[in-house]
């Protein structure tokens, strides 16, 4: 008779968290940021429909990475538990801490008790009424809540991108500057200095100033004016820098 084969626990969860970061590593990188006007999402994905920023409430957005049908399994259940809050009692109730505590609880959940984890990370962002009450909140696979400030890189060679990132932060640029800053972060994702065109972008805002609803999507032609003025900028910049 064979002995069944027994595996620790600490063994065991750090399959499971090696596992999951493999898969998400494989994945595009999304950015989340503070800009002058509220918090800017800029992810690289060349779907038009399968999206990976979204809106969950009025003040609230979701971005993630990884795999898209588990992600999409929790938007979906975080707008449910939004609304269901928001109606039950006050739509003032809903708040980002809430939403990424749920999320965090499920993760966990997932992860503990499941062979297989979620290959997921995402964001839950709140835009306040002064930057200093914006909420940034990133939940990893297994469910850890980290209270983000000014910006947060998920997916991909997030180390690469975090640290391109850093060199042109400005928490109180203007949008067309705080998306050059975005996509030139993303753009050195594999290591090679390349061009990003709207084509290949998903870029939303949540606008401290728009009335009830703060979300919005930026594409098209305002889409290619933002990157433009954001180009023209940065030039501008690096000529005044070098003169």
Same mark, same amino acid.
């Given at each position: 008779? #064979?002995?069944?084969?027994?595996? #620790?626990?600490? &063994?065991?969860?750090?399959?499971?968290?090696?596992? $999951?970061?493999?898969?998400?590593?494989?994945?595009?990188? /999304?950015?989340?940021? &503070?800009?002058?006007?509220?918090?800017?999402?800029?992810?690289?994905?060349?779907?038009? @429909?399968?999206?990976?920023?979204?809106?969950?409430?009025?003040?609230?957005?979701?971005? $993630?990475?990884?795999?898209?049908?588990?992600?999409?399994?929790?938007?979906?259940?975080?707008?449910?538990? /939004?609304?269901?809050?928001?109606?039950?009692?006050?739509?003032?109730?809903?708040?980002?801490?809430?939403?990424?505590?749920?999320?965090?609880?499920?993760?966990?959940? +997932?992860?503990?008790?499941?062979?297989?984890?979620?290959?997921?990370?995402?964001?839950?962002?709140?835009?306040?009424?002064?930057?200093?009450?914006? &909420?940034?909140?990133?939940?990893?696979?297994?469910? #850890?809540?980290?209270?983000?400030?000014?910006?947060? +890189?998920?997916?991909?060679? @997030?180390? &690469?991108?975090?640290?391109?990132?850093?060199?042109?932060?400005?928490?109180? /640029?203007?949008?067309?500057? $705080?998306?050059?800053?975005?996509?030139? $972060?993303?753009?050195?994702?594999?290591?090679?200095?390349?061009?990003?065109?709207? #084509?290949?972008?998903? +870029?939303?805002?949540?606008?401290?100033?728009?009335?009830?609803?703060?979300?919005?999507?930026?594409?098209?032609?305002?889409?290619?004016?933002?990157?433009?003025?954001?180009?023209?900028?940065?030039?501008?910049?690096?000529?005044?820098?070098?003169?």
């Amino acid at each position: 008779m #064979s002995m069944p084969f027994y595996v #620790s626990p600490e &063994q065991s969860m750090k399959d499971k968290a090696d596992y $999951a970061r493999k898969g998400i590593a494989r994945g595009r990188s /999304a950015i989340a940021m &503070q800009y002058d006007g509220g918090i800017l999402f800029v992810a690289d994905n060349m779907s038009r @429909t399968l999206h990976k920023i979204s809106e969950l409430y009025d003040r609230i957005a979701f971005a $993630a990475v990884g795999r898209y049908n588990e992600f999409e399994n929790l938007r979906l259940a975080g707008v449910r538990f /939004a609304d269901t809050r928001g109606y039950a009692y006050d739509r003032r109730d809903v708040n980002g801490r809430m939403l990424a505590n749920a999320y965090a609880q499920t993760l966990g959940g +997932v992860f503990s008790e499941s062979p297989k984890p979620w290959e997921v990370e995402i964001v839950v962002a709140e835009v306040g009424d002064d930057p200093g009450s914006d &909420q940034l909140y990133r939940i990893t696979f297994d469910g #850890s809540v980290v209270d983000e400030r000014d910006f947060v +890189v998920m997916g991909g060679s @997030t180390e &690469q991108v975090t640290t391109a990132l850093q060199e042109r932060f400005a928490k109180e /640029a203007p949008l067309p500057r $705080a998306l050059a800053s975005a996509t030139h $972060a993303l753009a050195h994702e594999s290591g090679e200095d390349r061009e990003l065109e709207a #084509s290949s972008l998903e +870029v939303a805002v949540l606008e401290r100033e728009r009335e009830h609803r703060k979300f919005r999507r930026l594409h098209g032609e305002r889409l290619n004016r933002l990157i433009e003025e954001g180009r023209s900028g940065g030039s501008a910049e690096q000529n005044g820098e070098n003169s």
